[in-house]
């Protein structure tokens, strides 16, 4: 199975910040890597998939870039609903992978 | 609107049986694959399984192989997981989750339907 390692596991920020989160591949997957934002109680939502692709309605604050092995999450200015956590997954092959998640908080 | 509907997720004891639905509207059911993911409280998301749009095709986590089963019904564009031989560990909020045509991209998500394996 593809072990995804995510960087930081915790992450404290401001309003207005730009912030940028790590996903590490155990093997290469191309650009087969989509990010998800959770937030408290409600079911994760696609930001972004094939490791650069901003998925419709998502603003343009967010990014993704990488492949192979070393994927990373942008977000570029930090604004009040972005405080979440945020999982990288592997869209190669199955069994599909998630990261263990990045919590970000408001500093 | 994509709609993803869970049901079915309940207090049970360890050894104990469950089936969860899914049910879906707002889209053509029968024209995309259908995975089920969980979230043990307090943790990261865990794959579980995922079913093709003509049910050809079943993949499981090892972690649930052989105890769980996926299903689904394009009739009733619904989606199933039959849960055996529960425990502790399977205490999870678990979503159904679509898969955009031909990847294995997790567009759109259900709220998620609680299951509580304890004696």
């Known amino acids: 199975d593809i072990q995804l390692t995510q960087s930081p596991s915790f992450l404290s920020a401001s309003v207005g910040d730009r912030v940028t989160i790590t996903c590490r591949a155990s093997?290469?997957?191309?650009?087969?890597l989509a990010w998800y934002q959770q937030k408290p109680g409600k079911a994760p939502k696609l930001l972004i998939y094939?490791?650069?692709t901003l998925q419709s309605g998502v603003p343009s604050r967010f990014s993704g870039s990488g492949s192979g092995t070393e994927f990373t999450l942008t977000i570029s200015s930090l604004q009040p609903e972005d405080f979440a956590t945020y999982y990288c997954q592997q869209h190669n092959t199955y069994p599909i992978t998630f990261g263990q998640g990045t919590r970000l908080e408001i500093k | 609107e994509v709609q993803l509907l869970e049901s079915g997720g309940s207090l049970v004891q360890p050894g104990g049986s469950l089936r969860l639905s899914c049910a879906a509207s707002?889209?053509?059911?029968?024209?995309?694959?259908m995975n089920w993911v969980r979230q043990a409280p307090g943790k990261g998301l865990e794959w579980v399984s995922v079913?093709?749009?003509?049910?050809?095709?079943?993949y499981y986590a090892d972690s649930v192989k052989g105890r769980f089963t996926i299903s689904r019904d394009n009739s009733k564009t619904t989606l199933y997981l039959q849960m055996n031989s529960l425990r502790d560990e399977d205490t999870a909020i678990y979503y159904c989750?679509?898969?955009?045509?031909?990847?294995?991209?997790?567009?759109?998500w259900g709220q998620g339907t609680l299951v509580s394996v304890s004696s």
């Open positions: 094939a490791a650069s």
């Open positions: 093997q290469g997957i191309s650009s087969y």
């Open positions: 707002g889209f053509t059911f029968s024209n995309y694959a």
């Open positions: 989750a679509r898969a955009a045509p031909d990847t294995r991209i997790l567009d759109s």
């Open positions: 079913i093709s749009d003509n049910s050809v095709y079943i």
